[in-house]
């Protein structure tokens, strides 16, 4: 199993002068649920080279577990930090493909064109597509073979607005991932804030929050044991109880 996971290249949070990019255990949690299953991941950026990691993810509060693996990790930090450029992704080399959020792809990753080729060429190809948190933003430019939206008629979630609010960015952002999704006609769900919540349709598999991410991740691999009538893949659980989830990104 190869496993694609796309992340940010933007570490500018709009014009507030702060960093963002992808948020650590929105990319650890899913790495280590895949990689410990036995997959390959890759790791690729619209840009290529070192990823861009939001620093308030970086902080002690929001270091759990998977994160602490990720960053003690040679391996791990090698990839991050040597993403593969979009332009050289292949994505009939790879049979997951994997959004992490952080408030970084709201910037680059939703009207990348070849991040949006990646998506509708995988979906076309009945390939599992999953993102987290304000992952699901890259699927709001994607469409369908017809040109309709991508998640139209289909069940998603993602960052809610309420958790915009509460992480104070609810005016920064482009615009506000719950209230876009909605707008494109998909059936938007949301659990209690910072609790994981993920939601599966077809081959579409979306988290949350930070919360989301290993469930997510482990979605897809229930996924891909149905579609080929497989065995359930390995993989042990990376969030202890009590371990941080917010702030969100």
């Not at 998506?119 to 890259?138: D, S, T």
């Amino acid at each position: 199993m190869k496993v694609l996971m796309i992340v940010t290249s933007n570490d500018r949070l709009g014009d507030t002068g702060h960093k963002t990019g992808l948020w650590l255990e929105e990319l650890a949690a899913p790495y280590y649920v895949f990689t410990d299953a036995g997959a390959r991941v890759t790791l690729a950026s619209p840009k290529g080279g070192a990823a861009p990691v939001d620093p308030r993810s970086e902080a002690e509060e929001a270091q759990n577990r998977t994160t602490r693996r990720f960053t003690a990790d040679p391996a791990a930090m090698a990839a991050l930090k040597d993403t593969v450029p979009l332009a050289e992704v292949r994505p009939e080399d790879y049979d997951v493909l994997f959004y992490p959020g952080g408030h970084g792809p709201l910037w680059d990753l939703v009207d990348d064109a070849r991040s949006l080729a990646i998506i509708e060429n995988m979906h076309r190809a009945g390939k599992p597509v999953a993102a987290v948190c304000h992952g699901p933003a890259v699927l709001v430019r994607a469409t369908t073979p017809d040109g309709k939206p991508l998640v139209a008629r289909r069940n998603v979630t993602g960052f809610s607005n309420a958790e915009e609010d509460a992480v104070g960015l609810s005016r920064v952002v482009p615009f506000l991932l719950q209230d876009e999704l909605t707008g494109l006609g998909a059936r938007y769900e949301r659990g209690p804030l910072w609790e994981p919540h993920v939601v599966v349709d077809g081959l579409l598999v979306t988290g949350q929050n930070p919360a989301s991410s290993e469930r997510a991740a482990k979605a897809v691999l229930e996924v891909l044991a149905r579609s080929c009538g497989c065995a359930p893949y390995p993989g042990e659980p990376v969030r202890e109880p009590g371990e941080p989830g917010k702030p969100g990104a």
